[in-house]
């Protein structure tokens, strides 16, 4: 018979139930046994225990397999490469295998009952809410989003959610999977991709791809706001100069100030980085910093200063203002390599703008050298006679032109018609710290408004009917030299305003244009007339006459100057004499005499005209001067219209050379159809010098 196996405690008490049932069984049955029933009875039971002994065994043995399916489970189940959490209605972890407590950075004990949106930063905690509602309210359906996670200890993670609320509707059964590999991954591809991008872009273009960029890192690592600032250029502060932030988050002010913002701008122009997770991480002297930025809501912080040629010009920065985070060397090295990326594309676009600012100063040097070509070709030919004279009266006006030329001072010189007014506007230009440029004149007498206004400023292509071609004015030819304006007392009051702007602020339009230009120039002006009555007529602007009237200077008449005119006499005989081939070796005494005791109403110019034509009419060396004929006055009546027209079209005829189409033509210049200035020109009888 074979050795009975141990009965086990379950065995023992199953047993003891068996035989209990057995004897109330015996019990109910009537009537004595016999020994055969007995015999009988004793095998059944023997066979049953065998079998209950074999079953139990089985028993035993499926529940040491379970219990070993169960550990394996188990170690599958906590060291899943996946976190497996489970969660209720209300967000709150029931459960979590050992990988998933330790992505959350808390013991497996301490994770039950906290709500996992603590582990999430505030703006990625809707799209969580969003996937947990979603798997409540559609039983059985999948939800996923991908969102950052930050533990209770460690660096920031990405993780993705996979979401299935059970059939009961009680509870949420949650997959963690963590795929910051994959982000930095991707993040790695952004830098590269954004590095080529950078490699060849335009100038003009980088301050948009600047932009872009922060907004496609800021996004990539669930950040709040990144900003640029510069050194500005006329203070020792940064500027923002680029910028980007979620939409939640407002841009940060514009300006970076040292005064908020002390240590950061210290730590920056070193050379430093500054970086912290927390607030209370910055030092004890950066507490104003700290301030400020508890002011601007900002919760973490990375800043890199921004260097070309070992010059520290501004900073790079990426923040959270909604939630804490940490900054990893790994990451802080990227970010520095696109800081980086980002002062050598700055560097670079100063470096284009600073060539391309230095062409256009060549292009419009270029053009004012031609212009002043130009001008100089259609000037006088001749420099003009130097002053003659000793006389009292003109060394007191050379004393004052030896106080004022130095200066930039505008001067105004008065004085009757043929003084030499012009002689002493070129004479302090000549003695002034604008003597290696050329000084520009204009009569402002000479053109009508329409055209003087051109003269003056300029003009753009298409400004008016007939401006063919961009003109640049007198104030842009003379730039960093000296205009000289002639008769400024016809001067239109309109263009008065122009010229008072000019003089005050040194800025100017050219007409048809929008873009205010700026000139460096040294007003002189000169005029016949009594401008102080011309104010009072309301001919010519009050602040215009003491802005120009700061040092006015008074040139004396030729009748002032009774010693001078001897002098003047052999100056211009010698001069017209040498010029005409008929040199003058003697004046008579009483020729001298009779040219002294003359008023000369016309001056100087009157004088120069008169002996230019007794040299002509000189038939000897020795000069006869008609001074009776020069004597007579000669009533100056007001020019014809006629005569005005001649004179315009004479002008601008002499200032192009006699050409007339063209865009640098008379009729461009005076706004006429080609074809009307010929017929003028031709009723007019002018005829082009020989």
Avoid at 169 to 190: H, M, N, P, S
């Amino acid at each position: 018979m074979p050795k009975r196996p141990t009965p086990s405690p379950d065995a023992a008490a199953l047993r003891r139930r068996a035989e209990a049932r057995v004897r109330a069984t015996a019990a109910r049955t009537p009537g004595p046994r016999t020994d055969a029933d007995t015999q009988r009875l004793l095998h059944e039971l023997q066979v049953h225990q065998v079998e209950l002994e074999l079953q139990n065994e089985e028993l035993r043995q499926a529940r040491k397999a379970g219990e070993a399916g169960l550990a394996r489970y188990t170690a599958l189940y906590d060291l899943a490469p996946v976190a497996y959490l489970t969660l209720d209605r209300a967000g709150a972890i029931r459960s979590v295998n050992l990988t998933g407590a330790t992505l959350l950075g808390l013991g497996r004990a301490a994770v039950g009952g906290t709500a996992f949106s603590r582990f999430l930063p505030a703006d990625a905690r809707p799209a969580f809410e969003a996937v947990l509602g979603t798997a409540f309210n559609d039983l059985g359906k999948h939800a996923v989003c991908e969102v950052p996670l930050q533990p209770t200890a460690g660096p920031l993670r990405f993780v993705r959610i996979e979401a299935t609320a059970a059939e009961a509707g009680d509870e949420c059964r949650v997959v963690l999977v963590d795929i910051t590999d994959r982000q930095r991954l991707g993040f790695e591809a952004l830098l590269a991709d954004l590095s080529a991008r950078f490699v060849h872009v335009p100038a003009d273009q980088v301050d948009r791809m600047i932009e872009e960029a922060q907004r496609r890192i800021v996004q990539a690592l669930g950040l709040d706001r990144s900003t640029l600032l510069q050194r500005a250029e006329d203070a020792d502060d940064l500027v923002i100069t680029h910028a980007w932030a979620e939409p939640d988050f407002a841009a940060q002010p514009g300006l970076f100030a040292k005064r908020d913002f002390p240590w950061v701008h210290q730590t920056l122009l070193r050379g430093g980085t500054v970086r912290f997770a927390t607030l209370e991480e910055l030092p004890a002297e950066a507490k104003r910093d700290q301030e400020s930025f508890r002011t601007l809501h900002q919760k973490s912080i990375v800043i890199f200063p921004l260097a070309a040629t070992g010059r520290v010009f501004g900073g790079l920065s990426f923040g959270t203002l909604a939630a804490e985070r940490e900054w990893s060397d790994v990451l802080v090295q990227r970010l520095q390599l696109m800081a980086d990326i980002f002062a050598n594309a700055l560097a670079r676009q100063r470096s284009e703008q600073a060539l391309q600012r230095a062409l256009a100063d060549v292009t419009r040097l270029k053009r004012q050298l031609e212009a002043e070509n130009a001008y100089l070709r259609a000037a006088a030919q001749a420099q003009p006679i130097d002053i003659v004279g000793n006389s009292p009266a003109l060394k007191r006006v050379l004393s004052q032109v030896d106080h004022v030329a130095p200066t930039d001072t505008s001067v105004v010189l008065l004085g009757e018609t043929g003084t030499g007014k012009g002689l002493l506007a070129h004479l302090l230009h000549r003695r002034s710290r604008r003597r290696d440029r050329t000084m520009v004149t204009l009569n402002c007498s000479a053109l009508p408004p329409t055209l003087i206004e051109a003269e003056l400023f300029g003009r753009e292509k298409g400004a008016y009917t007939g401006a063919l071609t961009r003109q640049a004015g007198r104030f842009e030819l003379a730039d960093g030299s000296t205009i000289f304006l002639d008769e400024i007392a016809e001067l239109p009051l309109d263009l008065q305003v122009k010229l008072l702007r000019v003089l005050d602020d040194g800025q100017l339009e050219r007409i048809g244009s929008t873009k205010t230009l700026t000139v460096d120039v040294r007003v002189i002006a000169a005029t016949n007339r009594d401008l102080a009555q011309r104010v009072a007529d309301g001919k010519f602007r009050e602040d215009l006459y003491y802005r120009l009237n700061v040092f006015p200077i008074v040139v004396p008449p030729l009748r002032e100057r009774g010693e001078d005119i001897p002098l003047l006499v052999w100056t211009f005989a010698k001069h017209f004499g040498q010029a005409l081939g008929k040199p003058v070796e003697r004046i008579p005494q009483a020729t001298m005499d009779a040219l002294r005791s003359y008023p000369w109403p016309g001056n100087i110019r009157e004088l120069r005209n008169v002996i230019e034509r007794a040299v002509i009419l000189s038939e000897s060396s020795t000069l006869q001067v008609l001074v009776g004929a020069a004597a007579v006055p000669v009533a100056v009546a007001p020019p014809t219209l006629a005569a005005t027209e001649r004179a315009q079209i004479l002008a601008a005829l002499a200032q192009t050379g006699w050409r007339i189409r063209g865009p640098a033509g008379a009729a461009a210049l005076l706004g006429l159809k080609p074809t009307t200035l010929e017929s003028r020109i031709q009723k007019l009888g002018l005829q082009r010098p020989s």
